[in-house]
């Protein structure tokens, strides 16, 4: 069973609408990540939290918005998205991200479809 | 720059054949992990084994072996007595640290694997 739960499972949203993803993770880890994943493309980092701190963004555009609220919760709020925003976003934690030794584990992802 | 190769684009087999799927790993890191991640059709990616570079020892564990070759930059995984379950696409991906000091994995495209009955 994974230890990195997403909600929800699957998000349908027109492009003025605002929505929030949400990610937990339950082993204690100190770095959290977001990734997109369009269909048959291997995941694309897009944000990486350390210790609660934003660390990396990959140059993502303005309408995805990371939040780290604790160590264990991690949301992305979206905001007037594009149809080519549709895609699954996956969720990962690993121990601190400082190294290259740390292993990422996935949440389920939500598969997000924008009208 | 770190790129990783997954040439099998897509490998159907039949129920109990083995199969290898292939990796081909670039770096100039002396110090590197190498990964392996299982996509089944629900989206989640799983985890299925480390390695890192000083240790090019085979792994088992079960149906699963992986094979480590520092001299071809190769990280290849086999499946032994395949079963419909094994039905996923495979990422292998490589680990650097970013010049901002974070981790990064580098993911190669992925290989799909159809087994059937």
């Known amino acids: 069973d994974t230890e990195v739960t997403q909600t929800p499972k699957h998000l349908v949203m027109g492009m003025t609408n605002k929505k929030s993803l949400k990610c937990e993770q339950h082993?204690?880890?100190?770095?959290m990540y977001w990734y997109k994943q369009k269909a048959k493309k291997p995941p694309e980092l897009m944000f990486v939290?350390?210790?609660?701190?934003?660390?990396i963004n990959e140059s993502v555009p303005s309408r995805f918005s990371p939040e780290c609220p604790n160590s264990s919760l991690l949301n992305l709020h979206l905001h007037a998205l594009q149809p080519e925003d549709s895609a699954l976003y996956l969720c990962?934690?690993?121990?601190?991200?400082?190294?290259?030794?740390?292993?990422?584990?996935f949440g389920p992802g939500t598969r997000l479809t924008v009208l | 720059a770190q790129k990783v190769t997954q040439a099998q684009t897509e490998i159907s087999v039949v129920e109990k054949e083995d199969v290898t799927l292939d990796c081909v790993y670039e770096?100039?890191?002396?110090?590197?992990?190498l990964f392996w991640y299982k996509q089944p059709p629900s989206g989640e990616l799983v985890f299925l084994i480390r390695?890192?570079?000083?240790?090019?020892q085979n792994e088992i564990s079960g149906r699963y072996s992986w094979n480590f070759q520092k001299s071809t930059s190769s990280f290849n995984f086999t499946i032994t007595a395949s079963q419909v379950v094994d039905s996923a696409v495979y990422f292998c991906?490589?680990?650097?640290?970013?010049?901002?000091?974070?981790?990064?994995?580098?993911f190669g495209t992925g290989t799909r694997l159809l087994v059937s009955p």
């Open positions: 991906a490589l680990s650097g640290v970013m010049n901002t000091g974070f981790q990064k994995l580098v």
């Open positions: 990962a934690s690993s121990q601190d991200g400082g190294t290259s030794t740390d292993t990422q584990y």
């Open positions: 390695r890192n570079s000083f240790d090019e």
């Open positions: 082993m204690g880890h100190r770095a």
């Open positions: 770096t100039r890191d002396t110090t590197y992990y």
């Open positions: 939290y350390s210790y609660e701190k934003l660390s």
